[in-house]
């Protein structure tokens, strides 16, 4: 009787012709960058604003009382006012 491993066994194969490559792609395009200064709100916690950015993908929002957040841009949680 073989036992078998519930270790990974190496990096995962890309496959640059993948269907899902494009939908990738196709939601990173679709994320508009926030500006610094922004009004923003999120769904738990609540009004703030964009203080800072953290690469392409994610803001800092200050939520008041010196409640900094990292969010992502990505986040359905969060919106643009």
């Known amino acids: 009787m073989e036992l ?4 990974p066994t190496g990096r995962r194969r890309h496959l640059p012709n993948s269907p899902f490559n494009a939908a990738r792609e196709a939601a990173a395009a679709a994320i508009k960058p926030i500006p610094v200064g922004a009004r923003v709100s999120h769904e738990r916690h609540g009004l703030g604003r964009v203080v800072a950015l953290d ?27």
């Open 4 to 7: 078998m491993s519930s270790q």
């Open 55 to 81: 690469g392409d993908r994610a803001v800092i929002v200050d939520f008041g009382s010196g409640d900094r957040r990292r969010v992502a841009l990505d986040s359905a949680k969060l919106e643009r006012l």
